[in-house]
Structures are given as C-alpha cells and as structure tokens.
C-alpha cells in the first residue's frame, strides 16, 4: 500500500499541531532537570502542631473502626480546613493503626505528610512546597502526577514519533531538491553518538 506524499505532509502537521505546546514544554523542562543543581529555590514549608478536639478524636477512632477506607477523612479535612485553612487533598492516602493515623500526600512539586496521636490527641502536620520550576520538572519526569498524566505522557511521545518519522520521509522525498538533506540528518545522528561515547560515563 502506497502512502501518497499529501498523506504525509496532513500526518506531519496534525502530529506537530498536537505535539507543539508538550514539546516546547518538555524542551524547557529538559534545560531546567539539565541544570537543577544551578537553579535555588527555597522551598515554602508549612508546618502544624495541634491538639484535636475530643469530639473530632472520637470522630476518626470510629472511622478507623467503621470505614478505615475513606481516604482522607472527611471530619479531619473539614476541621482542618476551617480552622487552620489547610486543604488535604483527596488523593491522599491514609494509613490507620491501633495508635496513629497517618496521611501522606505527593504530588508535582510538593510533598505533604499529617500524624494523628491517639493517645496524645497531638497533630503533626507539614507540607513542602517547591515551586514552579521543581513543578514542571515532575511534569517531565511523570513523577506523582496520576494515571491521567501518565496516559497523556504516553500518548504525546507516540505523537512525537509520528511526527520525527513523517518529517524523515518528506525528508526522504525532498532530498532531489535539498542536496544537504541526508548531511544534516546523518551529523544530528552522529553528534549524540559521538557524545555519548567520548563524554558519558
């Protein structure tokens, strides 16, 4: 079967259209995981001691007995929420003990963690924030972004190689015109190549 070289071109442009924002952020992603140990931020850390109140104690122990799976609880989120202004998200997980409840959360750029006391009714909360740029890193990287981001990763880079592989046959059926066509493709080959075994180790 004969691909016909308007076929081409329309599977060149659609893929570029689709890939054209993820690679330009995957671009810039890479330049900045490329120099992280360059690039200072000081992470915003927020961090909470507190007593619970006994009602809200004895809300979470018949949680923990009744409906240890509902994740994160939804007596603590509001407690929290309104008297501290602090948000659990709901894809944190939590993990129950006779003695503990313990809540960890991470996600692009930030980390958050939460321990309930049993005993001591004591509240330990901290969450770190790394800003934009450790934000887009775990973007590039897929790191704690969920199923959805992971779909989407995986459906990009079969875009991207749709649209390398149909730039290489216009590549191909332009090379009468362009005589420095198969130079220029063969040195971008060659440069990784020759990196790679002088320089990487």
Known sequence: MQVS??????????????????????????????????????????????????????????????????????????????????????NAVAEWSDDELYIVHAGPGEDTWLAVDFYSNELSYESTERGLIAYFNDLHKGRDTGTAWG??????????????????????????????TWPVTVLGAIIPAILLLLFVH
């Open 5 to 90: 070289f308007g076929s081409i071109r329309q599977w060149h442009w659609v893929s570029s259209a689709l890939c054209l924002i993820g690679m330009l952020g995957f671009a810039i992603t890479g330049i900045t995981l490329n120099h992280a140990t360059d690039i200072t931020v000081t992470p915003q850390i927020t961090t909470l001691e507190a007593t619970l109140p006994k009602n809200l104690l004895e809300a979470l122990k018949t949680t923990a007995n009744e409906n240890p799976t509902e994740t994160p609880p939804k007596a603590l989120s509001f407690w929290l929420a309104q008297t501290h202004s602090l948000q659990l998200s709901k």
């Open 151 to 180: 779909w989407f990763i995986d459906v990009f880079s079969v875009a991207c190689v749709v649209f390398c592989l149909t730039g290489l046959l216009l590549l191909y059926r332009q090379k009468n015109h362009r005589w420095m």
